[in-house]
């Protein structure tokens, strides 16, 4: 199937015109914004193409998110990071092709009468880096363009850890990094966590939180692009284990 993308008119629409669309945001159908959109031809099809595929639609978010970030990244996983920021693109697939994972996965927000978290739910309202991790569709794609190991027959591994408990928060946290671009850094920071769980440490959203500021508290003094990935593995272990003590084997 071709991506749809909505025209930057569209977009400044729904933000400027919220009351108009208000309504229709919690439809089962996406059939309103369709003929609504096409009034002033702002929907269109893109050129670029990924295979049908069917998301993971569990109650447990804990269950669904880490299924639905490598089923969303395997079929996307030519798009470009370039594309990826842009967020016609994603109201496009928002819109157009995907309405139902939203309402799935947005469903208290959209019942919430809030307007920020209605909007955030199908166009960026914070800026396009956070906006990429925030929104819930563009942050799984963001997410396995991150995480993906291809050193590993589980090429989505770190999730298991990102993505056991509070995946939107831990991975709203790499976007608050500045070297989110450098995988060595990122998987090297999980591989230590990792080995820390695997040697009977209980871990939880604090061990992330603070492995992630001592690389940032570091980087001022430290070339992080020259860490190699076990480096970065062996000093997030020794920086939680000086906040949490060492884990009896």
């Known amino acids: 199937m071709n991506l749809m993308y909505l025209e930057q008119k569209a977009v400044d629409d729904l933000r400027t015109n919220f009351r108009h669309y208000e309504k229709h945001f919690t439809d089962k159908s996406n059939a309103w914004f369709l003929k609504e959109f096409g009034k002033h031809n702002w929907i269109k099809e893109s050129k670029i193409q990924c295979p049908e595929f069917d998301f993971d639609y569990n109650d447990d978010y804990n269950v669904s998110d880490r299924k639905n970030v490598m089923i969303f990244h395997e079929a996307l996983k030519d798009l470009t990071p370039a594309n990826a920021l842009d967020e016609r693109l994603w109201a496009g697939m928002i819109f157009g092709n995907f309405w ?27 800026g396009a880096k956070r906006s990429c991790f925030v929104n819930c569709l563009s942050r799984l794609w963001w997410a396995g363009f991150l995480l993906y190991d291809d050193t590993v027959s589980d090429h989505y591994q770190a999730l298991d850890i990102i993505a056991e408990k509070a995946f939107p928060s831990n991975i709203l946290l790499l976007s608050s990094n500045n070297f989110t671009s450098n995988k060595n850094l990122v998987l090297g920071i999980i591989d230590g966590i990792r080995e820390r769980k695997q040697a009977g440490g209980k871990i939880t959203r604090n061990h992330i939180v603070d492995a992630y500021k001592y690389f940032n508290c570091i980087g001022s003094i430290t070339l992080l692009d020259m860490l190699s990935r076990n480096k970065v593995k062996t000093l997030t272990m020794n920086e939680l284990d000086r906040l949490y003590g060492k884990v009896d084997v």
């Open 100 to 126: 139902d994972y939203v309402q799935y996965r947005r469903r208290t927000e959209l019942k919430s009468d809030n307007r920020k978290k209605v909007l955030n739910s199908f166009v960026f309202n914070d």
